[in-house]
């Protein structure tokens, strides 16, 4: 190996001589500077100190309160935002904001949004629309001073949603209590003033006036504040008025023995117009010219109402303990930005929305005639609503309950009008028939029943409804829509398809009615049976292949086979003498199966590829055909025939019951195949079978054992049968 050496001239050696002394000198007096990892402990300790005493220099510059207010605002921001952000999502998803119509036009009118939970009319509730499905929760600011408020408010601006915090850059020393706020006894800002109030007095029809009727109001349910007479065009004007924003408002038709209306409304600081009535109706509205347009009627609102105890107010409405009713005969109409947040139940034979906004809460709603909706905003709640007569919305936004909206006549989606299922379940029940029109709006649940399987229940071409698993259904369902049912059991009283219905079904069980599929019905299962207890016509469409058809109850059938393709045929009626007629011609993969009942054969063909088993019951022959068209084949049990047929091309064997007999009123044909016999035989070796043919005989090409004719005629075989053994007078 060679070694290389390093030649240093004598000012570089003096040069790395001084370099390597001092780096010694340095490494002995200071070694935690050049060669330790990090700064010591002390060096640590008077820079956190430092920092220290900066702060407190910085946050006495600043002060405390006002940095705890700018986190304060910074989280207000933060919520106005994520508020603004919920109520757009909604509009884009919605095509309108929650609760629209009590939303208030510009910053002067801005309202305060309701805590959670609160739906008094003081504020905006947007918990009902938002919350769970937009929002975790609705915000609240901390030091809101109103129990009802959540601290921020919001208004429209050229329709875009605003909201923003009541209390940004106020100190908690500075927030007071919101003169709005129910707590503080209400009223606002805007002091009590006289107004006029005017308006129009209309008969049933909305459409004609009613002359020289009086026109009273009352506010807050106190004593007649004022009133007036219509003219010849059914006019009137109350005049000095003294109302405040806040109060209660009821225009009613006082002192006419046949004339009856009440309109509820909250009260303005300007004149209120086109506040008008019409005869035998409860409406909801607010007049023009007041900057409580839209300001919600509470129950607690028509108790208020209600206290002037007058009888004409009573014979239109009630209220007791928040549940609000109204007699025979009469309306619940929600109109002109009117908007109603009910307390308690509503029962009442109709409801009308023409405009405005109605919430239902967690409040039962019972209607025993129409809901129509030709415009505005239905915000379901939690509870029940049933409707004894047609549910009809032609405008509008119609927010469905969670709980179970029950029509009993018709139901109709239609026009503008946008449907939401809210998780909720559509039911048709009641004792009457149902059409239903959907719009082609999107339903979560729907279940049918009817009280009698006797009432019809439409479904139009535009409606998709999911039933679930296993749904029972009372009543005759008449099918033009899509249907999707899920696995199990399917019980319907009837069934008449014209559209597709596409389950998972095991069973389809028809109770008490017929199935019939006309041209253009489609019904897909994953299992193939169909019980039914009347008759079963197939007109056109489809079925499952080899579907198995069992037919009981006590109801008489006929059965239509026409080109389905069916497997096995049961007949297990309730009682002997109960009918299956056939009308034309069955043809069947599987087995014929008679367990109890009568079966008309009349003049029909049964073309049966399985056995034909008669294990009670009576067989009515007619003239009748039963063709075996299958390979190896069984005959049970003791059974009249007009005509019997069975002929192979290939060998094949046809199992007669041991002691049993067949009669053939009319012709017997039994053919084998030259090389290719059919073979008779007992289902007990030795034990014989009878035979009695008493009309025309066609057999050939046949291998004969245990078997008795017992015509008086010699049943001749010929030359192509053959003789297995055990029988009793035949001829080969």
């Not at 709640?381 to 919305?393: C, D, H, Q």
Request: aromatic fraction near 6%.
């Amino acid at each position: 190996m060679t070694t290389k050496t390093l030649f240093l001239k004598s000012d570089q050696w003096s040069r790395s001589k001084k370099c390597a002394r001092i780096l010694r000198l340095r490494k002995r007096h200071t070694p935690n500077r050049l060669f330790a990892k990090g700064f010591t402990l002390i060096e640590l300790l008077i820079t956190i100190g430092i920092i220290g005493i900066l702060s407190s220099i910085v946050i006495v510059a600043i002060g405390p309160s006002r940095m705890l207010l700018q986190t304060q605002d910074a989280r207000r921001l933060y919520n106005t935002n994520h508020l603004e952000r919920a109520m757009t999502q909604y509009l884009i998803e919605r095509e309108n904001y929650p609760n629209a119509d009590q939303l208030p036009k510009g910053l002067s009118n801005a309202m305060p949004i309701c805590a959670s939970g609160i739906t008094d009319d003081s504020c905006v509730n947007l918990s009902t629309g938002l919350v769970s499905e937009y929002l975790a929760s609705l915000p609240r600011d901390p030091h809101e001073l109103c129990s009802s408020f959540s601290g921020y408010k919001v208004y429209l601006e050229n329709d875009h949603i605003r909201v923003f915090a009541a209390h940004k850059g106020e100190s908690i020393d500075q927030i007071t209590l919101d003169a709005t706020c129910p707590e503080s006894g209400g009223g606002g800002d805007v002091p009590a003033a006289p107004i006029n109030i005017s308006g129009r007095v209309y008969n049933t029809d909305g459409t004609t006036a009613i002359a020289s009727v009086i026109v009273s109001a009352s506010v807050n349910g106190q004593a007649v504040a004022g009133n007036a007479t219509t003219n010849a065009s059914g006019d009137f004007t109350i005049s000095n008025v003294t109302i405040a924003p806040s109060d209660v408002v009821a225009l009613f038709i006082d002192n006419h023995a046949t004339h009856k209306a009440v309109s509820i409304s909250k009260g303005s600081p300007a004149n209120m117009t086109n506040m008008n009535l019409i005869k035998d109706e409860l409406i909801i509205q607010s007049g023009t010219g007041g900057t409580n347009i839209g300001s919600p009627i509470s129950s607690a609102n028509l108790i208020a109402a209600s206290t002037l105890n007058d009888s004409d107010m009573n014979s239109i409405f009630t209220v007791s303990e928040n549940n609000v009713t109204l007699p025979s005969g009469k309306t619940l109409e929600v109109r002109s930005y009117g908007a109603l947040i009910l307390g308690g139940t509503l029962t009442t034979p109709n409801v009308r929305m023409t405009n405005g906004t109605f919430t239902q809460n967690s409040h039962a709603i019972t209607i025993s005639g129409d809901f129509t909706q030709a415009g505005g905003t239905f915000v379901g709640g939690s509870a029940a609503i049933n409707i004894t007569g047609n549910f009809l919305v032609s405008a509008g936004t119609f927010r469905s309950t969670s709980n179970t909206l029950m029509a009993v006549a018709n139901f109709t989606i239609s026009g503008s009008a946008t449907f939401v299922h809210n998780s909720g379940t559509v039911q048709f029940g009641g004792n009457n028939a149902t059409i239903a029109s959907c719009g082609g709006a999107t339903f979560n649940a729907v279940s049918i029943n009817k009280g009698l399987s006797a009432f019809n229940v439409t479904i139009g071409s535009n409606c998709t409804f999911s039933f679930g698993n296993s749904p029972t259904m009372v009543g005759t369902l008449i099918n033009n829509g899509n249907l999707t049912i899920g696995t199990g059991i399917w019980s319907v009283g009837a069934l008449t398809n014209n559209g597709t219905i596409t389950t998972s079904l095991s069973t389809l069980t028809i109770t008490g009615g017929d199935f019939i599929s006309n041209a253009g019905g489609t019904l897909t299962m994953v299992g193939k049976a169909i019980n039914i207890a009347a008759n079963f016509t197939m007109n056109g469409g489809t079925i499952p292949s080899d579907v198995d058809l069992t037919f009981t109850s006590f109801a008489a059938t006929t059965v239509t086979c026409g080109s389905a393709s069916i497997n096995s045929f049961n007949i297990n009626k309730a009682y002997f003498s109960v009918t299956v007629a056939i009308a034309g011609n069955c043809t069947m993969a599987g087995n014929f199966t008679l367990t109890d009942g009568t079966f008309l054969g009349s003049s029909s063909t049964l073309n049966i590829g399985g056995s034909w088993q008669r294990v009670g019951g009576t067989f009515t022959v007619g003239t009748s055909t039963v063709n075996l068209n299958g390979t190896n084949q069984s005959i049970t049990g003791t059974t009249t025939f007009y005509n019997l047929t069975k002929t192979v091309t290939s060998a094949a064997t046809l199992t007669l019951t041991a002691g049993s007999t067949l009669t053939i009123q009319g012709t017997l044909t039994l053919n084998g195949a030259t090389s290719n016999l059919l073979s008779l035989r007992s289902t007990t070796p030795g034990t014989q079978w009878s035979i009695n043919p008493q009309g025309t005989r066609t057999v050939s090409y046949l291998n004969v054992q245990d078997s008795n004719n017992t015509n008086a005629s010699v049943l001749a075989c010929g030359a192509t049968c053959s003789n297995a053994g055990n029988n009793t007078n035949w001829s080969f």
